[in-house]
């Protein structure tokens, strides 16, 4: 027996994962990316999207409650509020996930905007983020309406109106478009199903474009790289690099303390619901993401609404275009940055603005009533 070794069983957690691993294939994910992956700068696209799983989620709980006809909505909303198992917590919690997932994708658009990421070969994956930019306001605008307060019905108004200024295809958006089923409803199924399809689907590209070009490199390194490598590989060479899990498991922690501060401002601020609907009266002001268009209603009339987030997408989407600095350097593309700087300090200006203004009447028809 003496000198007889034998090889130590592998455990039974080391088996359960060989047996996972053999059928998923989990191992191909341990592909390497560069080690600055896991600085958060870097990871708040990956927190937005754990977010936007926390909110379909909560979503698809509430939407067991929710009732899309205009004479019940309101009740079905105060149902989840004082009836419904956990309602009023999972819809303070979709509430809060809504706004702080906003504010995380504004970072990271912010931060991909910083960093020149959107240049060569990303300019398409950076166009199809002004996509996601554009659903995320969509599911804020109709999620606003399904509350059918004062406020949202002061939304379905805008909308309507809207629509109308559109022509042809805006009669989508308007009550004109069929009897057969109210506005309110097939916004509904907008917030519920055409968004989050759209979302999701616009999602799976840009991962796939990640995944494809793989993340951008820091600010200014692609100009030390050799011809035949890429940024990427170029940022792993010089800085190392961490397996693609390594990088999940980051954002799976960051999302989960996103998730925590949501909880814990869902327990502790409720989700507004405002008063009861008076037709016919124009006195609420939009949420915090719409403020500061709100101004150019009074100054500009309701065509402000569809012309400038028309304008801000069509120039967002321009901006790999515009970037002639041929680096992402921050010190090359100064000029670009600032400009940035200034319409963000602009917007904040005219938010602010907005919030301490006396709410006016733009909805033809309103006046004197
Ligand atoms: C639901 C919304 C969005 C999700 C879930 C999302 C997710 C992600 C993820 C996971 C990455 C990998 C790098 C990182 O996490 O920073 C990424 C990269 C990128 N995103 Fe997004 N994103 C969203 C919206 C946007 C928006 C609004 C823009 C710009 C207008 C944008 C432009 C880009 C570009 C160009 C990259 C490649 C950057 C690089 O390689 O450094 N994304 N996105």
Redesign the pocket.
Same mark, same amino acid.
């Given at each position: 027996m003496a000198g007889k070794t034998t090889a130590a069983r592998p455990s039974v957690v080391d088996r359960v994962w060989r047996w996972i691993d053999e059928r998923l294939g989990l191992e191909d994910l341990t592909y390497p990316v560069p080690a600055h992956?896991n600085n958060v700068?870097?990871?708040?696209?990956?927190i937005?999207?754990f977010g936007?799983v926390a909110l379909i989620v909560t979503g698809i709980y509430l939407t067991q409650f929710y009732h899309g006809d205009p004479t019940q909505a309101r009740e079905s909303i105060e149902y989840i509020i004082t009836t419904a198992r956990l309602g009023d917590f999972v819809r303070n919690l979709h509430f809060w996930m809504a706004n702080l997932v906003t504010i995380t994708?504004l970072l990271?658009?912010l931060?991909? $905007?910083v960093?020149g990421?959107?240049r060569a070969p990303?300019e398409l994956?950076?166009i199809?983020?002004?996509g996601?930019?554009s659903v995320?306001v969509g599911l804020l605008f109709t999620g606003t309406v399904l509350k059918w307060d004062q406020e949202g019905w002061e939304a379905l108004q805008h909308n309507e109106e809207v629509g109308e200024l559109l022509g042809g295809v805006g009669v989508w958006f308007t009550a004109e478009f069929t009897t057969s089923t109210p506005l309110l409803e097939r916004l509904f199924i907008a917030h519920v199903a055409i968004l989050p399809l759209l979302?999701v689907g616009l999602?799976a590209v840009? $991962?796939y474009?990640?995944k494809h070009?793989?993340?951008?490199s820091v600010p200014g390194h692609e100009e030390q790289r050799a011809r035949e490598l890429t940024d990427t590989e170029a940022a792993m060479r010089s800085e190392g690099y961490v397996p693609f899990t390594s990088h999940l498991l980051h954002?799976a922690g960051w999302g989960l303390l996103l998730t925590a501060a949501g909880s814990f401002l869902a327990l502790v601020v409720a989700a507004p619901l405002g008063d009861v609907i008076e037709p016919g009266e124009e006195k609420t002001k939009p949420p915090w993401i719409f403020l500061p268009l709100y101004p150019f209603e009074d100054w500009i009339g309701i065509r402000a609404l569809l012309w400038l987030p028309i304008a801000a997408l069509v120039g967002?989407a321009a901006v790999p275009f515009i970037d002639r600095f041929g680096s992402s350097s921050l010190r090359r593309r100064w000029a670009l940055i600032a400009a940035a700087l200034v319409i963000i300090a602009a917007l904040v200006a005219l938010g602010i603005y907005a919030l301490t203004s006396t709410p006016a009447e733009h909805i033809p028809g309103m006046e004197g009533e």
């Open positions: 992956a700068l870097y990871t708040l696209g990956g937005t999207a936007v994708l990271h658009a931060r991909v $905007f960093t990421s959107y990303r994956n950076w199809v983020g002004v996601l930019l995320m979302l999602m840009h $991962f474009l990640v070009h793989g993340m951008s954002v967002m």
